[in-house]
């Protein structure tokens, strides 16, 4: 059995779970599956980072220690996680302190391509994020996100020398060695790399006070990228294990946001320890709500728990992993979710009730899956192309309704009693092939479909699968 690796980027915890962190998680939970389904024994990790100013002064509001603040904050994560349907194996935690002692000592194996030097420049606190001169002329000295002005820093910091590894990285997206899906945010980021200035992994004590120390330099402690880019590892066991078995990645999946840090920096690290790089970069887009980006200050920021809460977990995952795109930007709207599930109501559930209705009339005894493969569905899914997929399987749940219509074995059984058996065994028999798939992206009606057919006698659910309000 081949062993395989996925991972998440680790959302900062000075905030609520928000609808992007919902499609890092349902990607990478559905394409987990589907590997599973393969034969692949897969780790997946998911996780929090969970240091830097922003927690630090967050906690200081609140009036509780910084560490209480993210002991809390972190158990909400996993809580949201789980109530996604989620099946990780690994969560991390970067205050863990295995995770504090292993990055301290990936940063002394990077020494030869570590060097200190004065920065003097322009930083959003609300990114904790330096940006270049071009970047603040760009946007006219305020950050886009924050809506605050940059702030002029002049301060001695360690850095990463990017340059070192400019060529390599290159080459090796260059390849498809590290492959960025979709292909035009290859054509992107190698845009951006010629550019890429070696990198700020440090700041002072005095400026940062919840961090982990540098190793030698107690006035200094380390910055975000060591310390979260090495949750991918450092939850492996690296440096103290042989990670092999499952590095590199499958597949890293991240926001576009952030896939700079992941195709730039995060290759740097691994290229300096001598690692080998990530198979697969995902990058996926934004959710949109009525077709703005979500802000506070607009008002238009959805609580994926009020999702939730509105149909459960099945009509949640069905609308982003079936009408959210994969790769692109997609947007919400409440209509379009009422919509999604009149479209499960209606397609899926109904073709649920009258299927197992006719065979209970019928007398028609319980299936067994039969599995085969269907080379178009696993080319979409290969391709990270979930959504185009899952396409696939609702045509194929339309044209069962189709079969039924047409076939009309109601009538059948009146008049010839053992083609009508025939065509609703068939009828079974392909509903439950196609739930074989089903399972991957909903996996709690997969069950109950499952349950339903497979049972010594087809009686239809007693309630709808997905009742009208």
Same mark, same amino acid.
């Given at each position: ?38 034969? %692949? ?17 967050? %906690? ?29 194996? $690994? ?93 035009? +945010?290859?054509? #992107?980021?190698?845009?951006? /790399? ?45 440096? $103290? ?18 896939? +700079? ?30 077709? #703005? ?19 459960? /977990? ?78 696939? /399987? ?76």
């Amino acid at each position: 059995m081949k062993e395989s690796y996925i991972t998440t980027a680790i959302p900062y915890v000075n905030g609520n779970p928000h609808l992007g962190h919902v499609m890092d998680y349902l990607l990478a939970d559905t394409l987990r599956r589907y590997m599973m389904s393969k034969g %692949a024994k897969v780790r997946f990790q998911v996780g929090t980072d969970e240091h830097g100013n922003k927690i630090y002064k967050k %906690a200081a509001e609140a009036g509780i220690d910084t560490q209480e603040f993210v002991d809390q904050n972190a158990a909400q994560f996993e809580k949201f996680i789980q109530s996604l349907g989620v099946e990780y194996t $690994d969560f991390i935690r970067t205050t863990n302190p295995d995770h504090e002692r292993r990055c301290q000592e990936i940063w002394k194996r990077l020494g030869d391509h570590i060097y200190k030097d004065k920065y003097e420049g322009w930083y959003c606190e609300g990114c904790e994020n330096f940006v270049t001169d071009t970047e603040h002329d760009e946007n006219d000295g305020i950050c886009p996100d924050h809506k605050k002005p940059y702030i002029k820093l002049s301060e001695e910091n360690y850095y990463l020398r990017i340059a070192d590894f400019k060529d390599e990285i290159r080459a090796k997206i260059e390849s498809d060695e590290m492959k960025i899906t979709p292909a035009f +945010r290859k054509k #992107e980021f190698l845009n951006l /790399l010629k550019n890429m200035p070696d990198v700020s992994i440090s700041r002072p004590k005095s400026q940062v006070a919840w961090g982990i120390p540098v190793p030698g330099d107690e006035e200094q402690v380390m910055y975000v990228w060591i310390d979260a880019l090495a949750n991918y590892i450092t939850v492996l066991g690296y440096p $103290d294990n042989d990670i092999s078995a499952y590095w590199p990645a499958n597949t890293q999946i991240v926001g576009k946001d952030i896939l +700079r840090f992941h195709a730039g920096i995060w290759p740097a690290i691994l290229l300096g320890l001598g690692l080998p790089l990530p198979k697969n970069l995902l990058a996926h887009g934004f959710i949109t709500v009525n077709g #703005e980006k979500m802000s506070k200050s607009i008002g238009n920021v959805v609580d994926p728990i009020e999702i939730l809460n509105k149909h459960g /977990l099945v009509p949640l995952r069905y609308y982003f992993l079936r009408h959210a795109s994969t790769t692109d930007d997609s947007d919400f709207t409440w209509d379009k979710y009422e919509a999604a599930y009149n479209e499960l109501a209606n397609d899926l559930g109904n073709l649920v009730q009258r299927l197992a209705t006719l065979c209970k009339k019928n007398g028609i005894s319980g299936r067994s899956v039969i599995r085969r493969d269907e080379p178009e569905f696993d080319a979409k899914m290969e391709a990270y192309e979930f959504n185009f997929a899952f396409d696939l /399987l609702w045509k194929q749940i339309g044209d069962l309704n189709k079969r039924i219509d047409s076939e009309k074995p109601w009538a059948l059984a009146k008049t010839e009693p053992e083609k009508a058996k025939a065509v609703l065994e068939s009828l079974v028999d392909e509903l439950l092939t196609i739930n074989e798939r089903l399972a991957l992206f909903i996996p709690g009606t997969a069950t109950q479909i499952a349950d339903i057919f497979t049972a010594t006698e087809i009686l239809p659910p007693a309630t709808p699968l997905f009742p009208k309000n």
